[in-house]
Antibody, heavy 122, light 106 residues
Framework: QVQLVQSGAEVKKPGASVKVSCKAS????????ISWVRQAPGQGLEWMGW????????DYAQNFQGRVTMTTDTSTSTAYMELRSLRSDDTAVYYC???????????????WGQGTMVTVSS | DIQMTQFPSSLSASEGDRVTITCRAS??????VNWYQQKPGKAPKVLIY???TLQSGVPSRFSGSGSGTYFTLTISSLQPEDFATYHC????????FGQGTKVEIK
């Protein structure tokens, strides 16, 4: 079946980096993009950015520009999100979700990963 | 960036009630609004896309309407499994979410 499976929970110290993976299966990875969304405890959803698995085009939310990098590995159908200079308010569940493969498409996120808890604490 | 203002932030309702949740965009987004349902500890699930199109497998008691800057999600007769948090999302320019509405049991 179509699914996204994310890597496991992480605990990091302030100032460190974290890299979360998202492995796709059940569909042609290069025909879609991946968006990353986070949710702090008890809070709403925050869109972080998008990457096309077709051509590696990216679009980062303003709040994360300069601190986040999204990449893909089409050989393993895996997307990655790296967040640097972690702070305590980066503590959240991070989700990947299937998105359109190109800018200008308006699709909803129809498939989501199970989420990865990232805790930032000294 | 386009902001999505969702209200109410929470509501209490009984089984069988009709419930309406509203989302307002800071600028026109045509009909590019999507609605998600999220249960505790789970990933969101898309209910409605393009303002009013029901995702496959979603019960018909869910409906969406609106265009431009004003959008609503309606549950015509609340069922026990509908107690959850609902999120709107614009997909006109990149994507942004509203703050969410928690639907609780009265």
């Amino acid at each position: 079946q179509v699914q996204l499976v994310q890597s496991g929970a992480e605990v990091k110290k302030p100032g460190a980096s974290v890299k979360v993976s998202c492995k796709a299966s059940g569909y042609t990875f290069r025909n879609y993009g991946i968006s990353w969304v986070r949710q702090a405890p008890g809070q709403g959803l925050e869109w972080m950015g998008w990457i096309s698995a077709h051509d590696d085009d990216t679009d980062y939310a303003q709040n994360f520009q300069g601190r986040v990098t999204m990449t893909t590995d089409t050989s393993t159908s895996t997307a990655y999100m790296e967040l640097r200079s972690l702070r305590s308010d980066d503590t959240a569940v991070y989700y990947c979700a299937r998105a359109p493969y190109s800018r200008g498409w308006h699709d909803a996120f129809d498939i989501w990963g199970q989420g990865t808890m990232v805790t930032v604490s000294s | 960036d386009i902001q999505m203002t969702q209200f109410p932030s929470s509501l209490s309702a009984s089984e069988g009630d009709r419930v309406t949740i509203t989302c307002r965009a800071s600028q026109g987004v045509s009909s590019y609004v999507n609605w998600y349902q999220q249960k505790p500890g789970k990933a969101p699930k898309v209910l409605i896309y393009s303002a009013s199109t029901l995702q496959s497998g979603v019960p018909s008691r869910f409906s969406g309407s609106g265009s431009g800057t004003y959008f609503t999600l309606t549950i015509s007769s609340l069922q026990p499994e509908d107690f959850a948090t609902y999120h709107c999302q614009q997909s006109y320019t990149a994507w942004t979410f509203g703050q969410g509405t928690k639907v609780e049991i009265k």
